[in-house]
């Protein structure tokens, strides 16, 4: 079964920090790349941060730039997002997502996680 899964999400102090944990499994799959979106209440999702698998080349958002770290673990298909300094505005669904291509078919798939909540305070 192919999917993904986050973790790590909560509730924090304005300043504080938070890390997310998205691991993908699926033995036929090819992870090109990893990206983290949020969705804050009655917005639309976008995107945060996103890293490319083969090379590690990143890209942020302007909203979290210097504040946010996205890293991947390619040996263990894991990407994390490291929140620092972290604001009200930041409070959304956090979800993950994994750019896939299935060995077996050759075919070109986007994994989603279910999201997880991080709550920031003033």
């Known amino acids: 079964q192919v999917q993904v899964v986050e973790s790590g999400g909560g509730f924090v102090q304005a300043g504080g920090s938070l890390r997310l944990s998205c691991a993908a499994s699926?033995?036929?799959?090819?992870?090109?790349?990893f990206a983290w979106y949020r969705q804050a209440q009655g917005n639309q999702r976008e995107l945060v941060a996103h890293?490319?698998?083969?090379?590690?080349?990143?890209d942020y958002a302007d909203s979290v730039k210097g504040r946010f770290t996205i890293s991947r673990d390619y040996a263990k298909n894991t990407v994390y997002l490291q929140m620092n300094s972290l604001k009200p505005e930041d409070t959304a669904v956090y979800y993950c997502?994994?750019?896939?291509?299935?060995?077996?078919?050759?075919?070109?798939?986007?994994?989603w996680g279910q999201g997880t909540l991080v709550t920031v305070s003033s």
């Open positions: 890293i490319m698998n083969y090379g590690g080349s990143t």
């Open positions: 997502n994994a750019a896939v291509t299935v060995l077996t078919t050759s075919e070109y798939r986007e994994l």
């Open positions: 699926g033995s036929t799959l090819r992870i090109n790349s």
